[in-house]
Nanobody, 115 residues
Framework: QVQLVESGGGLVQPGGSLRLSCAAS????????MGWYRQAPGNQRELVAT???????NYADSVKGRFTISRDNAKKMVYLQMNSLKSEDTAVYYC?????????WGQGTQVTVSS
């Protein structure tokens, strides 16, 4: 069982920045693929960014060049640095840990981009 706790969400103006954090409880954190997903009202949950156990990353086209995912295996943390935020980035952001066949989710943190 992996418990994931997100933090760092909030209200920010367009063009601003936020850094989301996700703390994991699992001892063998480093073997998990970690991801950030988001879900806006009325929309399906979508993948934002993924970081694999080896450190390689993958991003949704909509956030490439603006968001950066990173991980600190020693601290069992994963981060999402979000820059140049747009109103369409408004959503609940979820942290995910995946190692087949196990799939774990955090409770989500709200990000609102509005002037």
């Amino acid at each position: 069982q992996v418990q994931l706790v997100e933090s760092g969400g909030g209200l920010v103006q367009p063009g601003g920045s936020l850094r989301l954090s996700c703390a994991a409880s699992r001892t063998f954190f480093s073997i998990y693929t970690m991801g950030w997903y988001r879900q806006a009202p009325g929309n399906q949950r979508e993948l934002v960014a993924t970081i694999y156990s080896g450190g390689s990353t993958n991003y949704a086209d909509s956030v490439k060049g603006r968001f950066t995912i990173s991980r600190d295996n020693a601290k069992k943390m994963v981060y999402l640095q979000m820059n140049s935020l747009k109103s369409e980035d408004t959503a609940v952001y979820y942290c995910n840990a995946y190692k087949a066949p196990r799939d774990y989710w955090g409770q989500g943190t709200q990000v609102t981009v509005s002037s």
